[in-house]
């Protein structure tokens, strides 16, 4: 394990009370509304602010044990934290910021600098190496900030909404990078594509708890509250384009409106997916035969869960639950608009 | 970042009222400034510049000056750091205490720290013990403590006003990257702070060039060690030697000017870059 | 604000409008050395008992201030200065009305602390610079004099600081910040029991104190008269001037 935490922490009068495992080299993605608490358990994690209760080890070391009088400043801690407000330091050039972490870490002015040109083109930015922190855009500035806390390379990556103002290119480019940082990450973020692609693990926050924890299928398969069934009520796919056809890897073949090239991620509504009992003739391009793995009903609609050969969601009233006879095991048809497709690329 | 919308393109033109009133305080200012330079004796002036005793005043000025500014440097930037940073019970008080040099009469204060640091002062009986320090009279140390006392405040609350400004934020993220307490203060609070260190120290030198009462007062008027500038030209004016007091004070102005001249643009310039930085990127 | 405030405030205003009385008297402005001040004050209030429709306002200061304050234009109406030289450019530029005579002269006094730290007994005991010595600056006529009675005795003295007026001096030595300090003899009484005299024998040196009147108003001739006079004089002994 990188992460074991138990958090009982207050700013103000708000406090949180959140316990998470996470092991080496995993993704763990914190989401919930504004003001659940995501920022401050991440700052407790960085030690930026004091636990009242509870336990902190971060790579082996017991960084917060306020029963022991154990409290690690952040420095001394096997951390580095991206913040949302990227905090670039203004009187030091893009290289120099990225390069901070590593001088900080002990190495030489050379190879930190060498490290930082490496991170600096990691996200694109290269060519930025002298400028002022003033002089970037605001996406430019986030993807400087992501390097700096990257360059550190440490033990467990603490990012807070990292790809927030980064325009849906660069938000790819930066994806992969974040899937390929070795570290421990914890990831703060509003964005449904972004936790089913990088995290292993969802730690759903609201009110300064923990709701529900577990990957981002099983939490997309059972929201517990309202706001989670909002954020993940998304089906994603993935697969390889070629012109408008989508090769996805359960064997179908799907028809976009978006000409792509490449592996790409094909995501849809749960109501954008029609059922019925026979094959439809309709102008949906795509149709296809599947099984109901699961049926579950919610308060004025009922979420079916269908499986092979495109896992995916559908919402259906309940009424037509009776009428199509749909239960776990059952067969029917599903329908989807070739306009009702998103296409990125993976 | 807000938009750059505008609402109207105010009045160019000034209201008149103002700029009378504006004008007039320049003449206040600077009239007295054309009197004694349409009085100095320009032809005789450079002999008297290069006079002995008065290049001994202008450097007696300089090494007092330099010396008093990195006092209240070394001194005032933890005091300001403790008055920004730190809260406790009597800080207002605290603030007050170390303003009020900048009020107080500089004689006042020259008998003020005989009190303190006087063969009967205070700590005058420890400085003795201790360091065999006698008297203060005559020597530059005694002339720095007194141009000290008058020109700390104001690199305390320049400095403090920085502090107070700088945004604490980028410090934590710079903990957050790996940087010790040390490291942060050197290569963040430090740099970052420099432009109100370098004005907050600039003032307090141009005050400690100008010192006068709570020099001659506590230390003294000795040539070669207390005698500074301004002492010299009081001198010259109660000797009667009107001529050579406006010469020293041309002297003594030309310095002023240029380092309140080199003082302006670090003065009125904000860091813009601090700005822009810490308020974009908000999450929706 | 209420009635009460209102009325504090106007009587505040009234207060600050009107400043010191004297209206409807005869104003004579003297223009006199710092060394004078003492002795001046009692002599305008003898002067004002005498006569009462005049209000003598005094300005004291270094005679070389004075004298170039006068050479400015100042409106003084009787100048006494504490030497020759400043009186002596004043009636050179033309701005008296009347001849400059001899009111008075001054000793020079060495003063230590009361409890005498530095043990100083005699003139020749300040060529120890281990002392913490205070003077006059040479260019003030304190100064002048400390240096001349230093030279008739042979005496090398370094002062460690060389202030502009000779109450500065005395204001050393009375904080005990000084182990010696060389005023004027009428300066003694400004020091109280805080500083004691050390005898200086016989001195042939001495400042002489001339008053002129800078105006021709007779107020200004009245007042000069008034200074040569039986009380003026009587006034001035009791300072510690001496007869000229």
Same mark, same amino acid.
């Given at each position: 394990?990188?992460?074991?935490?138990?958090?009982?922490?207050?700013?103000?009068?708000?406090?949180?009370?959140?316990?998470?495992?996470? $092991?080496? %080299?995993?993704?763990?993605?914190?989401?919930?509304?504004?003001?659940? %608490?995501?920022?401050?358990?991440?700052? @407790?994690?960085?030690?930026?602010?004091?636990?009242?209760?509870?336990?902190?080890?971060?790579?082996?070391?017991?960084?917060?044990?306020?029963?022991?009088?154990?409290?690690?400043?952040?420095?001394?801690?096997?951390?580095?934290?991206?913040?949302?407000?990227?905090?670039?330091?203004?009187?030091?050039?893009?290289?120099?910021?990225?390069?901070?972490?590593?001088?900080?870490?002990?190495? @030489?002015?050379?190879?930190?600098?060498?490290?930082?040109?490496?991170?600096?083109?990691?996200?694109?930015?290269?060519?930025?190496?002298?400028?002022?922190?003033?002089?970037?855009?605001?996406?430019?500035?986030?993807?400087?900030?992501?390097?700096?806390?990257?360059?550190?390379?440490?033990?467990?990556?603490?990012?807070?909404?990292?790809?927030?103002?980064?325009?849906?290119?660069?938000?790819?480019?930066?994806?992969?990078?974040?899937?390929?940082?070795?570290?421990?990450?914890?990831?703060?973020?509003?964005?449904?594509?972004?936790?089913?692609?990088?995290?292993?693990?969802?730690?759903?926050?609201?009110?300064?708890?923990?709701?529900?924890?577990?990957?981002?299928?099983?939490?997309?398969?059972?929201?517990?509250? $309202?706001?989670?069934?909002?954020?993940?009520?998304?089906?994603?796919?993935?697969?390889?384009?070629?012109?408008?056809?989508? @090769?996805?890897?359960?064997?179908?073949?799907?028809?976009?409106?978006?000409?792509?090239?490449?592996?790409?991620?094909?995501?849809?509504?749960? @109501?954008?997916?029609?059922?019925?009992?026979?094959?439809?003739?309709?102008?949906?391009?795509?149709?296809?035969?599947?099984?109901?793995?699961?049926?579950?009903?919610?308060?004025?609609?009922?979420?079916?869960?269908?499986?092979? $050969?495109?896992?995916?969601?559908?919402?259906?009233? $309940?009424?037509?639950?009776?009428?199509?006879?749909?239960?776990?095991?059952?067969?029917?048809?599903?329908?989807?608009?070739?306009?009702?497709?998103?296409?990125?690329?993976? | 970042?807000? #938009?750059?919308?505008?609402?109207?393109?105010?009045?160019?033109?000034?209201?008149?009222?103002?700029?009378?009133?504006?004008?007039?305080?320049?003449?206040?200012?600077?009239?007295?400034?054309? #009197?004694?330079?349409?009085?100095?004796?320009?032809?005789?002036?450079?002999?008297?510049?290069?006079?002995? /005793?008065?290049?001994?005043?202008?450097?007696?000025?300089?090494?007092?000056?330099?010396?008093?500014?990195?006092? &209240?440097?070394?001194? #005032?930037?933890?005091?300001?750091?403790?008055?920004?940073?730190?809260?406790?019970?009597?800080?207002?008080?605290?603030?007050?205490?170390?303003?009020?040099?900048?009020?107080? !009469?500089?004689?006042? #204060?020259?008998?003020?720290?005989?009190?303190?640091?006087?063969?009967?002062?205070?700590?005058?009986?420890?400085?003795?013990?201790?360091?065999?320090?006698?008297?203060?009279?005559?020597?530059?140390?005694? /002339?720095?403590?007194?141009? /000290?006392?008058?020109?700390?405040?104001?690199?305390?609350?320049?400095?403090?006003?920085?502090?107070?400004?700088?945004?604490?934020?980028?410090?934590?993220?710079?903990?957050?990257?790996?940087?010790?307490?040390?490291?942060?203060?050197?290569?963040?609070?430090?740099?970052?702070?420099? !432009?109100?260190?370098?004005?907050?120290?600039?003032? &307090?030198?141009?005050?400690?060039?100008?010192?006068?009462?709570?020099?001659?007062?506590?230390?003294?008027?000795?040539?070669?060690?207390?005698?500074?500038?301004?002492?010299?030209?009081?001198?010259?004016?109660?000797?009667?030697?009107?001529?050579?007091?406006?010469?020293?004070?041309?002297?003594?102005?030309?310095? &002023?000017?240029?380092?309140?001249?080199?003082?302006?643009?670090?003065?009125?310039?904000?860091?813009?870059?601090?700005?822009?930085?810490?308020?974009?990127?908000?999450? &929706? | 604000?209420?009635?009460?405030?209102?009325?504090?405030?106007?009587?505040?205003?009234?207060?600050?409008?009107?400043?010191?009385?004297?209206?409807?008297?005869?104003?004579?402005?003297?223009?006199?050395?710092?060394?004078?001040?003492?002795?001046?004050?009692?002599?305008?209030?003898?002067?004002?008992?005498?006569?009462?429709?005049?209000?003598?306002?005094?300005?004291?200061?270094?005679?070389?201030?004075?004298?170039?304050?006068?050479?400015?234009?100042?409106?003084?109406?009787?100048?006494?200065?504490?030497?020759?030289?400043?009186?002596?450019?004043?009636?050179?530029?033309?701005?008296?009305?009347?001849?400059?005579?001899?009111?008075?002269?001054?000793?020079?006094?060495?003063?230590?602390?009361?409890?005498?730290?530095?043990?100083?007994?005699?003139?020749?005991?300040?060529?120890?610079?281990?002392?913490?010595?205070?003077?006059?600056?040479?260019?003030?006529?304190?100064?002048?004099?400390?240096?001349?009675?230093?030279?008739?005795?042979?005496?090398?003295?370094?002062?460690?600081?060389?202030?502009?007026?000779?109450?500065?001096?005395?204001?050393?030595?009375?904080?005990?910040?000084?182990?010696?300090?060389?005023?004027?003899?009428?300066?003694?009484?400004?020091?109280?029991?805080?500083?004691?005299?050390?005898?200086?024998?016989?001195?042939?040196?001495?400042?002489?104190?001339?008053?002129?009147?800078?105006?021709?108003?007779?107020?200004?001739?009245?007042?000069?008269?008034?200074?040569?006079?039986?009380?003026?004089?009587?006034?001035?002994?009791?300072?510690?001037?001496?007869?000229?």
């Amino acid at each position: 394990m990188s992460i074991q935490a138990e958090v009982h922490a207050a700013t103000g009068d708000f406090s949180i009370h959140a316990a998470f495992d996470a $092991p080496t %080299g995993s993704c763990t993605a914190i989401v919930g509304p504004n003001g659940a %608490g995501k920022t401050t358990l991440v700052h @407790a994690l960085a030690g930026l602010i004091p636990l009242r209760q509870g336990r902190i080890v971060l790579a082996g070391q017991v960084v917060d044990d306020p029963a022991q009088g154990i409290q690690t400043p952040p420095d001394r801690r096997p951390i580095a934290l991206h913040s949302q407000h990227n905090l670039l330091f203004p009187h030091l050039s893009v290289v120099d910021n990225v390069a901070f972490g590593p001088r900080c870490a002990g190495l @030489a002015a050379r190879p930190a600098r060498q490290r930082a040109e490496e991170w600096l083109s990691r996200v694109g930015l290269a060519d930025l190496a002298e400028l002022r922190p003033a002089q970037l855009s605001g996406g430019q500035a986030q993807r400087v900030g992501l390097a700096r806390a990257a360059a550190c390379e440490p033990n467990v990556l603490l990012l807070d909404e990292s790809l927030a103002s980064l325009d849906a290119e660069t938000r790819t480019d930066v994806r992969h990078l974040l899937a390929d940082i070795e570290a421990t990450r914890v990831l703060i973020t509003h964005d449904p594509v972004e936790t089913r692609v990088l995290a292993d693990q969802l730690l759903v926050m609201e009110k300064g708890e923990i709701v529900q924890t577990g990957t981002p299928e099983e939490v997309a398969a059972d929201p517990r509250t $309202p706001w989670t069934a909002g954020l993940l009520d998304i089906n994603l796919l993935t697969g390889t384009a070629a012109g408008t056809e989508v @090769a996805l890897e359960g064997g179908l073949t799907l028809t976009t409106a978006t000409p792509m090239t490449g592996p790409v991620l094909v995501t849809f509504s749960p @109501a954008a997916v029609t059922l019925s009992t026979v094959e439809p003739h309709t102008s949906a391009r795509n149709t296809w035969e599947a099984e109901v793995a699961r049926i579950q009903p919610e308060s004025d609609r009922v979420r079916v869960l269908l499986g092979a $050969p495109v896992p995916c969601q559908a919402w259906v009233t $309940p009424q037509a639950v009776g009428e199509l006879g749909l239960r776990a095991g059952s067969r029917c048809w599903a329908a989807l608009k070739a306009t009702e497709l998103t296409v990125r690329e993976a | 970042m807000t #938009g750059r919308a505008t609402p109207k393109e105010p009045n160019r033109r000034p209201p008149i009222a103002v700029l009378v009133a504006a004008i007039i305080a320049v003449a206040v200012l600077a009239l007295p400034l054309v #009197g004694l330079l349409q009085r100095t004796p320009w032809s005789t002036l450079g002999t008297r510049l290069g006079e002995t /005793a008065t290049l001994e005043a202008l450097r007696v000025s300089v090494v007092v000056s330099l010396l008093a500014a990195a006092v &209240s440097m070394v001194l #005032g930037l933890p005091l300001a750091w403790v008055l920004a940073r730190l809260t406790f019970r009597g800080r207002a008080l605290v603030r007050a205490v170390v303003l009020l040099p900048m009020v107080l !009469p500089p004689v006042v #204060g020259g008998i003020a720290l005989f009190f303190a640091l006087g063969r009967k002062g205070l700590v005058g009986r420890a400085l003795q013990n201790w360091f065999g320090i006698d008297t203060l009279i005559g020597t530059t140390a005694g /002339a720095v403590i007194a141009a /000290a006392f008058v020109s700390m405040p104001f690199f305390v609350i320049t400095a403090e006003a920085g502090l107070r400004q700088l945004d604490t934020r980028l410090e934590s993220a710079a903990s957050t990257l790996g940087a010790g307490r040390w490291t942060v203060l050197r290569r963040i609070t430090l740099p970052l702070l420099a !432009p109100s260190l370098a004005a907050g120290a600039t003032l &307090s030198w141009a005050r400690a060039l100008g010192e006068f009462g709570a020099t001659i007062t506590f230390a003294g008027n000795h040539p070669g060690r207390t005698r500074t500038l301004p002492l010299a030209i009081a001198q010259a004016n109660e000797a009667g030697q009107p001529e050579a007091a406006i010469a020293m004070s041309v002297l003594l102005i030309g310095v &002023s000017l240029l380092i309140l001249i080199g003082l302006r643009h670090r003065w009125i310039a904000p860091r813009t870059t601090q700005q822009k930085n810490s308020s974009e990127a908000s999450p &929706s | 604000m209420n009635r009460l405030g209102l009325g504090v405030l106007a009587g505040v205003l009234a207060w600050l409008v009107t400043g010191c009385g004297g209206e409807g008297k005869t104003a004579v402005t003297v223009y006199a050395a710092a060394s004078l001040s003492e002795a001046f004050e009692d002599l305008a209030a003898e002067y004002e008992a005498a006569n009462p429709d005049a209000d003598v306002k005094l300005n004291f200061a270094g005679s070389a201030r004075l004298a170039a304050q006068i050479s400015a234009g100042a409106r003084a109406d009787v100048f006494a200065s504490a030497n020759g030289a400043n009186m002596s450019r004043v009636v050179a530029e033309g701005r008296t009305a009347s001849l400059p005579v001899l009111f008075a002269r001054n000793r020079l006094a060495l003063v230590v602390p009361a409890d005498n730290p530095g043990n100083v007994t005699e003139l020749e005991d300040l060529s120890d610079d281990s002392l913490v010595l205070a003077m006059c600056a040479p260019e003030v006529p304190c100064g002048a004099l400390a240096r001349a009675v230093l030279a008739d005795a042979g005496v090398t003295a370094n002062p460690d600081t060389e202030e502009t007026s000779v109450r500065a001096v005395l204001t050393k030595v009375t904080l005990g910040e000084a182990d010696a300090g060389l005023v004027y003899a009428t300066d003694l009484a400004a020091g109280g029991n805080k500083v004691a005299t050390v005898p200086l024998g016989p001195q042939i040196r001495v400042n002489d104190y001339p008053v002129v009147a800078v105006s021709d108003r007779a107020v200004a001739a009245d007042f000069v008269d008034f200074i040569l006079g039986p009380d003026g004089q009587r006034i001035l002994w009791s300072h510690g001037f001496d007869f000229p």
